[in-house]
Nanobody, 111 residues
Framework: QVQLVESGGGLVQAGGSLRLSCAAS????????MGWYRQAPGKQRELVAL?????RTNYADSVKGRFTISRDKNTVYLQMNSLKPEDTAVYYC???????WGQGTQVTVSS
């Protein structure tokens, strides 16, 4: 099994930045793709960004040019710049084929 531990959420004003981290442990050889999803109140969980072991990335249109996903071995990061109130959500780390999810970290962007 894979365990994912997130950190870095918080409250920020619009236009500000935050950096999320997700550290994977356990049977980590099962992980190729890792990434981030988010869920806002009353909405479905949606893809934010993915990165595979070859550093190939995929972003939601809503965050392109503002968010950057990166990976260092078994830790994945999400640098979020130019944050908007509509980015407010619980952000979940995704462990790909392992089927694991992090516990979620709250990101709140005030206007």
């Amino acid at each position: 099994q894979v365990q994912l531990v997130e950190s870095g959420g918080g409250l920020v004003q619009a236009g500000g930045s935050l950096r999320l981290s997700c550290a994977a442990s356990g049977i980590i050889y099962t992980i190729n793709t890792m990434g981030w999803y988010r869920q806002a109140p009353g909405k479905q969980r949606e893809l934010v960004a993915l990165i595979n072991s070859a550093a190939r990335t995929n972003y939601a249109d809503s965050v392109k040019g503002r968010f950057t996903i990166s990976r260092d071995k078994n830790t994945v990061y999400l640098q979020m710049n130019s944050l908007k109130p509509e980015d407010t959500a619980v952000y979940y780390c995704y462990g790909g084929a392992s089927g694991s999810w992090g516990q979620g970290t709250q990101v709140t962007v005030s206007s």
